[in-house]
Structures are given as structure tokens and as C-alpha cells.
């Protein structure tokens, strides 16, 4: 059986009272109204802002609830997308649920005023509950994806926190500076499928910078392609410039850019085409011989806009 979730806020003195209540504010320990709370069906009184909040989650999927709210006749609350998930049956009771909009407890979330979940990040804004949620997709304090291509790793964290992980459990180059030089070298070029993927982290202007080396088709034909991407917001990211020079026999190949944040994907990043890109019939005349096999040399720069 599920917890139960209820309204239960009730002063006895409320009861009885035909007084009109001022219209100043109201501050129940960090819940804070606009104006006192009144709703037909739910009494005045005093509560705590844990136990509001722990009134607005849903009691299967536990996430916070939004408009609309929904309850059964017996009280138990549940958020709109379990409602359809559980057939329109109470899962506490086992009351058919109906349309009854608990109209009380979404009143209540209205006034209420919540720290970012990312406090602990460093996030010190109070939000509005209806406004929280929207602040905390976009909070620049909110954890990072691992940078790290071709795997779907779940780990999340701060900048810190991802580059001990890509050392350690990608087992990622780290180096110190603001040049590169790296060769990349394939036996089979010609096997696309079995995609290149090659990331190197630089400490550079006490910034952590991703260069990324990648394989993919577009359009049917197969090409590689090299961009950085800034480990922090991408605000900051636009103070940086860097470039790319891939040549041989010959020929060369130049690129300038800012930088994209690891906010962006680097699949976004790789569709936007915001890098170095290099088709496989000038990559191979680059590295020379007989086609067999890919040697490329990529060096390139970072530097900090005035």
C-alpha cells in the first residue's frame, strides 16, 4: 500500500472566529503567504514548510506535485501523471478518483517559497514553488553530464567531481597548457562503424577544456571531426577563442571558434558542425601512403578574449 498523502492543517480557534483577518504577511517557519491560507474545506492554522512540502509529493512517484492536483473523496492526493497511471483508482483507498481537483493544497503551493535543490551546489535563491522547477532546469549550479563520447554514462556532478571521474574511470589524458598536439591514428579507415572516439582534457587559464576527436557519417559520407567544449557555463565559455590546424602532403586544414559549453552534447555540438571537420577522401590524402591506414595531426591553441 502507498503512503498516504492528506490535508490536515487545523486550529481549533479558527473554528469558531468570524473575524476578518489582516491582510499582512504571514510566515509559518519558511513558508510564506501572500495572505492567510483559506479554502473552503481546509481549516487555518499553523504548519511547518517540510510538512507542506511533504503534502506535495506524490505519494507513488514521489516527485512534487503541480496543477493540476488530484484526490480522491477521501482525501488522498496524487499528481496528474500517476492519476492515468494508476486507472483512476485511489491506490491508498481504493476509491475511484474521478476529477476532484484538490484546489486547497494547490492554492497552498502558490504562496509557498522554496530553496533550489541545488543549494548544496552553491544555488542561495528562494523561488516560488510554481517557479522552482523552471529555475532549477537551467540553475548554474545544477550538476553536470560526463563529457566522455560514445557511452552513455549516468555519472553527474560538478566540474571537479567529472574530471577526477574521466581520470579515473575513463582513464582520460589530462594535460597542463594551452597548445596541443595530438595524432590520431586508425588501422581500417574505411570502417566508420566502429567509431573513433577520443577525448583529452587541458588545464589552461585555470580552466578544464574537453578536446574531442570523433568519427560519424553524414550524408552517407564518412568523416572526422575535432571541436573543444568548456567545462563550466557557457557565459564563460565565450571569453575563450580556440583553433585547429589539421595538414600533410601538402595540404591544410584551419578552424577558429569559441568554445561550447559541456551543457551542449557534444552529439549537438557534432550535428551543428561547430568544429574541425575532415571528410575520409581528405583525411586519407592527408596521411599519405597507400590509403590503407589514417594518420592525422592535429595541433591547435586556446586563448583568453580581451
Same mark, same amino acid.
Not at 171 to 191: I, L, S
Not at 286 to 304: A, D, M, P, V, Y
Given at each position: 500500500?502507498?503512503?498516504?498523502? !492528506?490535508?490536515?492543517?487545523?486550529?481549533?480557534?479558527a473554528e469558531d472566529?468570524?473575524?476578518?483577518?489582516?491582510?499582512?504577511?504571514? =510566515?509559518?517557519?519558511?513558508?510564506?503567504?501572500?495572505?492567510?491560507?483559506?479554502?473552503?474545506?481546509?481549516?487555518?492554522?499553523?504548519?511547518?514548510?517540510?510538512?507542506?512540502?511533504?503534502?506535495?509529493?506524490?505519494?507513488?512517484?514521489?516527485?512534487?506535485?503541480? +496543477?493540476?492536483?488530484?484526490?480522491? /473523496?477521501?482525501?488522498?492526493?496524487?499528481?496528474?501523471?500517476?492519476?492515468?497511471?494508476?486507472?483512476?483508482?485511489?491506490?491508498?483507498? $481504493?476509491?475511484?478518483?474521478?476529477?476532484? $481537483?484538490?484546489?486547497?493544497?494547490?492554492?497552498?503551493? @502558490?504562496?509557498?517559497?522554496? /530553496?533550489?535543490?541545488?543549494?548544496?551546489?552553491?544555488?542561495?535563491?528562494?523561488?516560488?514553488?510554481? =517557479?522552482?522547477?523552471?529555475?532549477?532546469?537551467?540553475?548554474?549550479? !545544477?550538476?553536470?553530464?560526463?563529457?566522455?563520447?560514445?557511452?552513455?554514462? /549516468?555519472?553527474?556532478?560538478?566540474?571537479?567531481?567529472?574530471?577526477?571521474?574521466? $581520470?579515473?574511470?575513463?582513464?582520460? *589524458?589530462?594535460?597542463?597548457?594551452?597548445?596541443?598536439?595530438?595524432?590520431?591514428?586508425?588501422?581500417?579507415?574505411?570502417?566508420? =562503424?566502429?567509431?573513433?572516439?577520443?577525448?583529452?582534457?587541458?588545464?589552461?587559464?585555470?580552466?578544464?577544456?574537453?578536446?574531442?576527436?570523433?568519427?560519424? #557519417?553524414?550524408?552517407?559520407?564518412?568523416?572526422?571531426?575535432?571541436?573543444?567544449?568548456?567545462?563550466?557555463?557557457?557565459?564563460?565559455?565565450?571569453?575563450?577563442?580556440?583553433?585547429?590546424? #589539421?595538414? @600533410?602532403?601538402g595540404r591544410k586544414l584551419l578552424w577558429? @571558434?569559441? +568554445?561550447?559549453?559541456?551543457?551542449?552534447?557534444?552529439?549537438?555540438?557534432?550535428?551543428?558542425? *561547430? @568544429?574541425?571537420?575532415?571528410?575520409?577522401?581528405?583525411?586519407?590524402?592527408?596521411?599519405?601512403?597507400?590509403?590503407?591506414?589514417?594518420?592525422?595531426?592535429?595541433?591547435? !591553441?586556446?586563448?583568453?578574449?580581451?
Amino acid at each position: 500500500m502507498f503512503p498516504v498523502s !492528506r490535508i490536515c492543517m487545523e486550529d481549533p480557534k479558527a473554528e469558531d472566529s468570524d473575524e476578518e483577518e489582516p491582510s499582512t504577511l504571514n =510566515e509559518f517557519g519558511n513558508v510564506h503567504l501572500d495572505k492567510p491560507f483559506s479554502a473552503p474545506g481546509v481549516k487555518r492554522g499553523l504548519f511547518s514548510s517540510s510538512s507542506v512540502h511533504e503534502l506535495l509529493e506524490c505519494p507513488i512517484c514521489t516527485n512534487s506535485m503541480y +496543477p493540476p492536483i488530484y484526490q480522491c /473523496p477521501n482525501g488522498h492526493t496524487l499528481c496528474s501523471n500517476c492519476k492515468l497511471r494508476v486507472h483512476n483508482q485511489c491506490p491508498t483507498c $481504493r476509491h475511484d478518483l474521478g476529477n476532484i $481537483r484538490c484546489l486547497a493544497l494547490e492554492k497552498v503551493a @502558490g504562496s509557498l517559497e522554496l /530553496p533550489c535543490k541545488h543549494q548544496a551546489m552553491g544555488c542561495l535563491g528562494i523561488f516560488l514553488y510554481y =517557479e522552482k522547477l523552471k529555475h532549477e532546469q537551467s540553475c548554474k549550479f !545544477r550538476p553536470y553530464n560526463c563529457p566522455y563520447a560514445g557511452s552513455e554514462c /549516468p555519472i553527474t556532478g560538478d566540474t571537479q567531481m567529472i574530471i577526477t571521474h574521466l $581520470r579515473n574511470d575513463h582513464k582520460v *589524458d589530462m594535460h597542463d597548457g594551452c597548445t596541443f598536439n595530438h595524432r590520431y591514428v586508425k588501422a581500417n579507415p574505411h570502417q566508420v =562503424e566502429n567509431a573513433t572516439w577520443m577525448l583529452t582534457v587541458f588545464n589552461c587559464f585555470g580552466q578544464h577544456f574537453c578536446l574531442h576527436f570523433e568519427a560519424f #557519417v553524414v550524408e552517407m559520407a564518412p568523416v572526422y571531426m575535432a571541436f573543444l567544449r568548456f567545462m563550466g557555463e557557457d557565459d564563460e565559455a565565450k571569453k575563450f577563442c580556440y583553433s585547429l590546424e #589539421v595538414g @600533410g602532403n601538402g595540404r591544410k586544414l584551419l578552424w577558429q @571558434g569559441v +568554445p561550447r559549453s559541456i551543457r551542449d552534447g557534444h552529439k549537438k555540438v557534432r550535428n551543428n558542425h *561547430d @568544429g574541425l571537420i575532415i571528410h575520409r577522401s581528405m583525411a586519407l590524402s592527408f596521411s599519405g601512403g597507400n590509403h590503407q591506414e589514417l594518420k592525422l595531426r592535429i595541433t591547435g !591553441r586556446i586563448w583568453k578574449e580581451e
